[in-house]
């Protein structure tokens, strides 16, 4: 009883089997509108022959559907509690785990969006969007990670609780957070991949900008400068006549073809 | 006794079952003000039949409060010594593992409102936030990780200073070990995600500065090295008279134009 | 029946021995020509004592090939179909194992071309190669990950199907999927190693291209200020004279050479 | 012998039960000041029921002191020597480990004093320490890894050389080697944790002297164009007025401001 | 037969015990001169109890090597039969594996060469450099790791064709490969290191000319700006007289003073 009112709980599985029952906490992923991110679900639960309580902590959307329909509906209660508590406990699992995969959808789809849009759109919202994608990714390996043995533990304990021919029903439990797992760490590779291929793409745009730089300042501080000499209020040879500018705008032009090529020599054009 | 007396130890359980005592070298982590540093507070133990010593080399907070009660308390006192010295044993480390858990909150607050922040704040104070939550976070590994497979043996070998009805109760310290590990696995993973999100953020930043630099940069120096060339000192076509100053400014609006048309299809404005 | 319809699965091998029959689903890459991406091609079959069922649910070529080999050519399909259906199988997998390979080939062509382009072609074409390459070896890990283990439990449960000196047949597919698994870790390393290089030719010619700004900047500014103050319509010593300009520029050369032995002492130029 | 004379050597324990002997192969860190560097002195010993003999490449000064004080001291001589060879290793080693950490002392302050300087010294300095740091913790990693499973072989082999007392000793040495490699990887972290904050303190301060070059760049840039075009040697309205030129500075003053309010506005000010 | 000729093969030991013969596949490193890479020579061999035939798809210098001194050298030829074909190919996979240690040799000469040069050289050599013995080291890794599972089964079965005392032999074989692979490691992790290190540097000197560029630009623009003012053609107080000059000599003065004053409280000088 302790166990269910201290808040601090990881996923396990204890069996009381002298007391005749299993008590399991496990994990679910449960997106919370107020702070827009991604929180553990607890769902802890008692399982003895002919019973099977569950609370949660959070309100699971699919534990109270399924339990909202047992209640309406006679005919799906009895097909479904005359298969015994075991049976019972995997449907709540099995539709608590496949609630999982919308959410990995959606961060598939956004994974999917980001690359797409990685060329084009403007830096700052790829960088919001990658950190944002890459927290919920973290966020979601955080529940499964503690997840899995606890499942595992389940299935070699709940043989008790089934008839015989359900026994391979965990299996498919298993496989479920298996494939989660397994999704999640390619997730975090593409992420991860996808942040680095931005930051190569940031800093090559930072290149093409200092390189307009580079070619405008390189070709345009020599000229002003030259315009400056023949501006200053001195005697200077040629100072006040047509020959001088016609001479000055040749040496002009001849610096701006020599920095031109320079700089195509150098790619930088 | 050397062990006791030698500063260099890691957690460790020796079982001197000959001389029917145990003796254990544990750490948690504390919080010394002085330094600003989290350090490991070690806690030695000799736990036999009958009694339960413990030396620390820094004060303990919980291992205080927990003695002063005793002392105070005669009927607290009587409830936790009937139930022998393993019970004891198991009060004294629970005490200090539920001390744990409020300093890990603070690194999730700290995360939390890094997270919050990053967007707006300047970068140097959250490279600096970043720093000092992530070496708390490598402190707190460090004291911890050897802890584990120490824990793991003390399970196993307290069983003889132990009623068997409480054999349960160390497996929830392993529990609180391993979910405090869980949590700083995760915290890594944060708050690197962190860094690497504030790395790019300042990347694109330096691409914000240097794209205004650049427009400045390409459009007044060529439009300066215009009004130089006009500004020297020598006879060019149409000096001295007003239509030369139109014709100028009408250039001159060209240019820029030109230029804010050539900076629009890069999208640097 | 339900693990063929349902759209989720990862790779695994069930085996029903009550029924007589062995039912497994393998993933294998399969090119994508419209989204030009790397997908899962899913084989689901079923392999019983005579038979061998196979399901998929995008076309996989090879396996198409081999059905229509066996149509067409009557004694081809006897030497196949006397050996078992285990030996079946073997050839089916086979056939998706060697088609494996060409897919690794072209990836592997595409490093060595990047390799051999780094220093020479521009960043923003490298940069997107790197990245195609790396997404395209992050999906092939995601398809051939889950595979091995599955492989090797097929490989402990077809003896029942296979006569005895056919079963190192299957050993071999394992090292088909051993082999593969290795290649796209090496190429992984690969690519990171090549990102990680092309980051720092970025960055060192970012380098290049400040330095040529800093220089001309360093230079010209200075420079342009000196012949400014000489053009200020008030009067300084040496103001409408020969000398002053013969002094002028002389400074100015001053200036020049002492910037650049500054700048060679700097080891910038 | 050949493994004496030989070169290259990983850590091993060779059990030649037969003959009597165990030979092993022990690697200890040693600071070269030649090549200011940490190289790996390799130990080998032979150990048999009543001799141990021991040969190293490099002056390992643990060992010398501790013989020549054997020599010197015909008491501690007797001591040692009457409790078996098997202890005489062991004190040979514990001596040689009580020597790794001081090194691992000096890896730590130099870390420390990195970490308090790391706001404030140049940040050319900074990443040299570090790289210097960084590649003494890869190199006392080298020639600690290795080490470990030797001695845990070490361990097993050694009973029949030692008192049954003293088997616990050999306990103390593999805990002294764990405790050398835990502090080895928190040290790793560390360092890498230091260089990700300098890493990011040097994009930040560019950041800042960019911010600085835009502001004068983007305030004065128009400024200078806007005198240009008043200095030109054409008629415009207003030339050679009093007006035209408060006219002229009141303009200016008004970019000025506008300018600044740009840059509070994007908080670059 | 159907392996030796395939191309695509992991080492691998297969026990064709029934037959009385020993397949296996083995991988050594060979330096292709033409494409200057490391590359992966195959070594496939056949062990019966009194022969041994060796395959390899490109030539082996110490194998070569090997034969020519047995075809020459009858003494030696005897010798090294008479014990056999196990001790035979304890000899051709002795020199193969001497025969790596020069490749590593050359590969830890260059990153210290590397190591030395980092602060003094340019960096674009330095990138090149890093990179190319990342890729050497990645190579090698490559052709290294699926090499020790195989040599760790070769030992087990080698027994059948070795005299008892020779089984001491293949242990140092697979210590040779956990050395190399141990070095290679080790070798990965110093060149991230340096990568790591010059990546810093190379942002580091960034800083360096961009403070100058900025300390440049920040003074002499104003000051430009300045003499821009007073050079315009129209009436300012003061136009056209000594005091004007030297007034604004004396704020230009200022000025400067100023702004050196301010970067060296930023520590920009």
Aim: negative net charge; hydrophobic residues 40%.
């Amino acid at each position: 009883m302790e166990d269910v009112l201290s808040k601090r709980q990881r996923p396990k599985i204890d069996d009381y089997a002298d007391e005749g029952y299993l008590f399991g906490i496990l994990h679910f992923p449960a997106y919370d509108k107020n702070v827009q991110r991604l929180n553990a679900g607890e769902l802890d639960f008692f399982l003895g022959p002919d019973y099977l309580v569950t609370i949660s902590n959070v309100e699971l959307l699919p534990v109270t559907r399924l339990f909202s329909r047992v209640e309406e509906d006679e005919h799906f209660r009895n097909q479904l509690f005359e298969k015994g508590s075991g049976r019972l406990l995997y449907e709540v699992l099995d539709d608590l785990f496949d609630y999982c995969f919308p959410i990995l959808d959606k961060i598939a789809y956004k994974l999917d969006s980001i690359e797409d849009d990685i060329d084009e759109r403007r830096s700052e919202e790829i960088v919001s969007d990658i950190s944002k994608a890459k927290q919920e990714i973290i966020s979601y390996r955080k529940i499964i990670k503690p997840q899995r043995p606890a499942l595992r533990l389940l299935e070699r304990r709940i043989g008790r609780f089934l008839p015989e021919e359900l026994e391979l029903y965990f299996d498919d439990l298993i496989d479920a957070s298996e494939r989660i797992w397994d999704l999640l760490d390619n997730y975090k590779e593409v992420v991860e991949a996808l942040e680095d291929t931005n930051e190569s793409l940031i800093s090559h745009r930072q290149n093409d900008v200092l390189r307009v730089l580079t070619v405008f300042g390189a070709i345009f501080l020599p000229l002003t400068f030259l315009t400056g000499v023949f501006g200053m209020n001195v005697l200077y040879p040629g100072e006040g006549t047509h020959t001088a500018f016609w001479v000055i705008v040749g040496l002009m032009i001849g610096t701006i073809v020599g920095m031109i090529a320079f700089f195509r020599y150098k790619r930088w054009l």
